[in-house]
Nanobody
Framework: QVQLVESGGGLVQAGDSLRVSCAASGRTFSSYGMGWFRQAPGKEREFVAAISWSGEITYYADSVKGRFTISRDNAKNTVYLQMNSLKPEDTAVYYC?????????????????WGQGTQVTVSS
């Protein structure tokens, strides 16, 4: 089993950068694909980015491609989401999730474990 704890959210202005982190417990973190999802008020949860167990393969939603970067440090059991050029529409609760297949996926139903989320608010 994996427990996930997100951190690093906050209030920023449009155009700013922010990095959110997700720390995982357990010795098998390096075998999981990891993903970031977000949910804005009144909207459904949506895919943001994913990374394979090795870090060699990444996926991004079109809305964040070129602005966000997902990465992982298996030695630290941590996955990161670097967010640049933030926009007000990026405002949401950001969740990390673990995919037991190791591949990472755009499909939230592939993920078995979820964190509690961290709030990111971008003011205009």
């Amino acid at each position: 089993q994996v427990q996930l704890v997100e951190s690093g959210g906050g209030l920023v202005q449009a155009g700013d950068s922010l990095r959110v982190s997700c720390a995982a417990s357990g010795r098998t973190f390096s075998s999981y694909g990891m993903g970031w999802f977000r949910q804005a008020p009144g909207k459904e949860r949506e895919f943001v980015a994913a990374i394979s167990w090795s870090g060699e393969i990444t996926y991004y939603a079109d809305s964040v491609k070129g602005r966000f970067t997902i990465s992982r440090d298996n030695a630290k059991n941590t996955v990161y989401l670097q967010m640049n050029s933030l926009k007000p529409e990026d405002t949401a609760v950001y969740y990390c999730a673990a995919d037991p297949s190791g591949r990472g996926s755009l499909n939230q139903f592939r993920y078995a474990y979820w964190g509690q989320g961290t709030q990111v608010t971008v003011s205009s």
